[in-house]
């Protein structure tokens, strides 16, 4: 089940971890991504706190912790190769995976239609 932000990032809820990334659309507004940085493993994120930063040849841009939570993965491949975040940005493009302090919270995020609505 996916879930969305109005910040354009996507969720994926496996168990009590979420797998964060940022939208199709939001690769659309950014351009050619050229620079990751993403968050350290172990960090304790609070909901709508800075995570991660996208740089593209347009603009940098934050990409914002969607719930609270702790940092259990880092996509590496993408602070190596940023062009997989703009070819596959809701797949191989992932973020970081986000052990959640509470999975409830994700029924307060968008749904796909809502978000599709929130981008026309």
């Not at 199709?24 to 351009?31: M, P, R």
């Not at 809701?90 to 970081?96: I, R």
């Amino acid at each position: 089940m996916l879930k969305y932000t109005e910040e354009h990032e996507w969720l994926k809820l496996e168990g009590d971890v979420a797998t964060v990334g940022i939208t199709q659309h939001a690769t659309e507004l950014l351009g050619d991504i050229v620079f990751v940085q993403l968050p350290d493993i172990g960090a304790k994120l609070a909901k709508g706190g800075g995570a991660a930063v996208v740089e593209s040849v347009k603009a940098a841009s934050d990409v914002f912790a969607p719930l609270a939570g702790e940092v259990v993965e880092v996509n590496q491949a993408i602070a190596e190769d940023p062009a997989i975040v703009n070819t596959d940005p809701q797949g191989a493009g992932w973020f970081f995976k986000l052990r959640l302090e509470d999975a409830k919270a994700m029924d307060g995020l968008m749904d796909e239609a809502a978000y599709k609505k929130l981008i026309e």
